[in-house]
Nanobody, 115 residues
Framework: QVQLVESGGGLVQPGGSLRLSCAAS????????MGWYRRPPGKERELVAR???????NYADSVKGRFTISRDNAKNTVYLQMNNLKPEDTAVYYC?????????WGKGILVTVSS
């Protein structure tokens, strides 16, 4: 089993920045990919950014150039640096890990972009 704990969300004004963190614990060996998804109000969950082990990073078109995903293997932590935030980035953000073909999810953390 893998446990994921997200942190760093909150309220920010348009144009501002936030950094989300997701710490993984438990059976963290054999992770194939780490990433972030989000569920905007009234919409389906969507991919934000994904970092496969040894592969190319994937970003949603809507966040390219503004968001950066990174990973600290020593800390089993994945980060999402979000810059130039827009109101349409408001959502619950979920950390995701793919391990041996199974998806693990964090509980989600709210990011609100509003003036």
């Amino acid at each position: 089993q893998v446990q994921l704990v997200e942190s760093g969300g909150g309220l920010v004004q348009p144009g501002g920045s936030l950094r989300l963190s997701c710490a993984a614990s438990g059976s963290v060996f054999g992770i194939n990919a780490m990433g972030w998804y989000r569920r905007p109000p009234g919409k389906e969950r969507e991919l934000v950014a994904r970092l496969p082990s040894g592969g190319s990073t994937n970003y949603a078109d809507s966040v390219k150039g503004r968001f950066t995903i990174s990973r600290d293997n020593a800390k089993n932590t994945v980060y999402l640096q979000m810059n130039n935030l827009k109101p349409e980035d408001t959502a619950v953000y979920y950390c995701n890990i793919l391990r041996y073909g199974m998806n693990y999810w964090g509980k989600g953390i709210l990011v609100t972009v509003s003036s």
